[in-house]
């Protein structure tokens, strides 16, 4: 096993606490060095609930640690400039999504990056266990050449993610998109972890958007933001090939002409029936083969937990050995570009046009 890597935080918040959580529950893999909140108060919270250093000052953090990279969780009207600033310091960064919320924000920030700048940004959700086993699945080449995908799986960017990883867009990508919002009722859920106090229905919107490739492939994004946490809201997928499609975790391909072949990517989870082993994902199997092997079982961790462990693996692999291989600014700008194109094609109504050459 590799030596722990270290790193630092910028932020406490929600998004910084899952870090927290991962390294506590990993020692082996993650070292949590230091972490900085200006708000004296956090800093106390934070240093007694996971027993970290808070420096008074981002300067003493920079100064002492001995970090191998920052994570940089805040928020993210303030991401670019703080992106901007710390991109001169020498350690590399690794900074939550998105970078930017605006279009002249994405092109500010690209003018302006050092190209000397070590930079990973922490997109999440290709890296989902039963992603990556889609991802898998997709490249074993049963499903033929992909033409159309349905992604009901992640708002804006996150969405977008997913859709340019399976459709492979190039840097030269080009087509235009439309889209709508449709407004409903919904019986209030969970959120983030805290539980309705009453029954009572809330306003909720769902988005929907086609981007229709220039040459001829699509997709389609449909979101509602209660998917992330509402019981009675499931996420879904649709990928479809010239010779198979995957719907969620059932695949359907011809294995020539005449044949037909269904398949399921099954969950394979220790801790359930007789097993006493802890509560823990061990991967995902299709057809015999592993599609997904879980790096770190038997940690009790969440999908969610393990993509972002997966994304600091990711982050292990580009500073030590300058693997290429995670999420770069440049892929993070192209999501969010999209994701304001289609978002305005929603507001205005109007197909809108797009070319990744811009980003």
């Keep these: ?33 230091d972490v900085y909140v200006r708000d004296p108060l956090q800093r106390e919270r934070l240093r007694t609930t996971w027993h970290v250093r808070t420096p008074d000052t981002f300067e003493q953090l920079l100064q002492s640690s001995d970090s191998e990279f920052l994570v940089l969780a805040i928020s993210k009207n ?10 001169k310091l020498p350690l590399p960064l ?8 605006s279009l002249d924000e994405l092109d500010h920030l690209l003018e302006n990056i050092p190209a000397e700048a070590r930079i990973q940004v ?16 997709i490249q074993t080449g049963k499903l033929g050449d992909i033409q159309h995908l349905q992604v009901s799986f992640g708002h804006g960017y996150h969405g977008i993610s997913l859709i340019r990883k399976w459709l492979e867009l190039s840097d030269a990508a080009a087509g ?45 994004f449909d979101f509602t933001r209660d998917q992330y946490f509402s019981p009675i809201r499931q996420n879904r997928i649709l990928i479809r090939g010239t010779r198979g499609e995957i719907r969620d975790d059932q695949a359907t391909y011809m ?27 061990q991967g995902v ?23 972002i462990a997966h994304v600091l693996f990711q982050m292990r692999d580009y500073v030590r050995h300058g693997d290429q291989k995670g999420y770069s600014l440049r892929e993070a700008c192209q999501d969010v570009y999209l994701a304001l194109k289609m978002e305005e094609a929603i507001q205005s109504g109007n197909r809108i046009d797009f070319n990744l050459n811009r980003i």
Aim: charged share 20%; with cysteine.
């Design 285 to 307: 199997l299709c057809e015999g083969n592993w599609l997904y092997r879980n790096p770190v079982h038997p940690a009790s961790l969440s999908d969610e937990e393990l993509a």
């Design 1 to 33: 096993m590799m030596k722990p890597i270290r790193f630092s935080i910028l932020g406490g918040g929600w998004r910084a606490n899952f870090y927290l959580k991962i390294a506590a529950m990993l020692p082996d893999y993650f070292q949590v060095r």
């Design 78 to 87: 303030a991401a670019a400039p703080m992106l901007l600033e710390l991109s």
């Design 176 to 220: 235009s998109v439309t889209g709508f919002r449709l407004h409903s009722s919904i019986m209030e859920g969970p959120y983030r972890g805290q539980l309705p106090v009453r029954e009572r229905m809330i306003d909720t919107s769902q988005d929907l958007a086609l981007l229709q490739l220039e040459d001829g492939r699509s997709a389609l």
């Design 122 to 137: 922490a997109e999440q959700y290709p890296l989902l266990p039963m992603m990556q086993s889609v991802t898998s699945f």
């Design 255 to 281: 294995a020539d002409y005449k044949t037909p072949i269904n398949s399921a990517l099954t969950r394979m989870q220790s801790g359930t029936g007789g097993s006493l082993e802890p509560l823990s994902l």
């Design 94 to 101: 690794l900074i939550e999504t998105p970078p930017a919320v």
